[in-house]
């Protein structure tokens, strides 16, 4: 009825509406009804949406959000090779409410959003709890709620999307669906300055005791001689992204033990020249760094890791831990030390080295299954997928839970603190807190 509607508008002698089948290409030669008319087109200023017909009020144009960039705090847009392009936006608080800048004027809800962008249209889109969950990986620990990223990928590159435009898969023999944490390593080594720096002024600051854990860890996995494949910068020369290989690629071996000794199957981002700034990035095997390790105190940063009532997460594609320092072994362990020194004379000394202690124990075990799930991978039986499962937050958590293996060690340093602590002022004693 729109069609011949639109036809009605045509001059005199030209109102035609055209109803046929069309092969698409784009679909896999899928046979599509056809609808076409000789009237006006539509353009972006004629499309206006009349209240009711929308979740806001009054009448609203539409726009996409290219034309709509002035609404954001910051837009960049970063060209990564062979055309493809990375859109970060900036999305500030809206005045004192829960809501981003950008939900002034805006059609829809103004939640921060990743997308893959294919011909305009925006394919597995991840927003809300889902987006701040998967958002580390991409390099945005924290702040995902402000940050949006949308890989825009040219009109001629080797994808298309499905008959009925619910995804996008690659174009070739393995006609799997191209998910947008494919492209997380591309977004995490071309994030813009200014959008690190943001992400670094509300990530909290590291201690010296996560410090002095991380270089604890770093020399048992030299020790371990555990090695990844790794960016290198070389002088020149343009290197395709290792497949499979690279901090952030996603193997295609599904499970079990099958496929692992076979070829790992071609993604998006190995079709694509890493460019890398004015260096080219090489893969190249390094050993492996220990992870940074991130404590979290807030229950809204624990849940937006989605490790709400379990204790760690593991980020391999930016090779960050987050510690769940809300989780019940942390608190048991805590406990487990205030009454163990409960008839100390300065309770508030008792609990702040508790506090502590039950802090770094929980902290260690967990960093210490990471490393050794990691040191997994030179163990031939073990394939990626086992190494994958010891990583998991719910195998983490069973780790936390072991707390009380190397509680011994807390004992003997805050025996040592609290008998100092007793000890003339001008005894000529120092004693360190191990």
């Known amino acids: 009825m729109n069609a011949l509607e639109a036809a009605a508008k045509a001059p005199a002698g030209r109102r035609i509406t055209d109803i046929k089948g069309k092969l698409i290409s784009e679909c896999g030669d899928t046979r599509k009804l056809a609808i076409w008319n000789t009237g006006p087109g539509l353009s972006s200023v004629e499309l206006v949406l009349h209240e009711g017909t929308y979740p806001r009020d009054g009448r609203r144009q539409f726009k996409p959000n290219p034309e709509r960039s002035d609404a954001f705090g910051k837009v960049e847009a970063v060209v990564v090779g062979e055309g493809v392009r990375i859109h970060f936006l900036y999305d500030t608080a809206f005045q004192d409410g829960g809501h981003n800048k950008s939900i002034s004027g805006s059609l829809t809800s103004s939640v921060s959003t990743a997308a893959i962008v294919f011909r305009g249209e925006m394919y597995d889109v991840r927003k809300g709890r889902k987006w701040q969950a998967d958002a580390p990986a991409f390099g945005i620990p924290f702040g995902a709620r402000h940050i949006s990223v949308h890989v825009e990928l040219p009109d001629a590159f080797p994808v298309r999307h499905e008959p009925n435009r619910r995804l996008v898969q690659l174009a070739g023999a393995d006609q799997r669906q191209v998910l947008v944490e494919e492209f997380a390593e591309l977004v995490f080594r071309n994030r813009p300055e200014w959008l690190v720096e943001f992400i670094n002024s509300l990530a909290p600051k590291s201690s010296a005791s996560t410090e002095d854990l991380r270089k604890e860890l770093q020399d048992l996995l030299n020790q371990l001689r555990v090695k990844t494949k790794s960016p290198r910068e070389v002088e ?35 079709l694509i020249f890493d460019p890398g700034g004015a260096k080219r990035a090489n893969i190249s095997k390094n050993l492996e760094q220990a992870p940074k390790i991130i404590p979290l105190r807030d229950e809204e940063d624990v849940a937006e890791k989605g490790i709400a009532g379990k204790a760690a997460r593991y980020v391999r594609e930016t090779n960050q831990l987050f510690v769940n320092l809300t989780y019940s072994a942390v608190g048991a362990a805590q406990e487990d030390l205030q009454l163990r020194y409960a008839t100390y004379e300065e309770p ?8 502590q202690w039950a802090e770094r124990l929980v902290m260690g075990r967990i960093g210490y299954a990471v490393v050794f799930a990691q040191a997994k991978q030179l163990i031939r039986e073990w394939t990626s997928d086992d190494v994958k499962k010891a990583l998991e937050p719910e195998s983490l958590s069973l780790a936390a839970d072991g707390w009380r293996d190397a509680v011994s060690t807390a004992y003997r340093s805050i025996s040592r603190r609290l008998g100092a602590a007793k000890v003339p002022e001008n005894a000529e004693a120092e004693v360190t807190w191990a």
């Open 236 to 270: 020149n020369g343009l290197h395709l992204v290792d497949e499979g290989g690279a901090r952030g690629a996603r193997p295609g071996h599904k499970g079990g033990t099958v496929g692992d000794s076979g070829r790992t199957p071609i993604g998006p981002t190995d």
């Open 348 to 355: 508030e000394i008792v609990r702040e080295l508790a506090r």
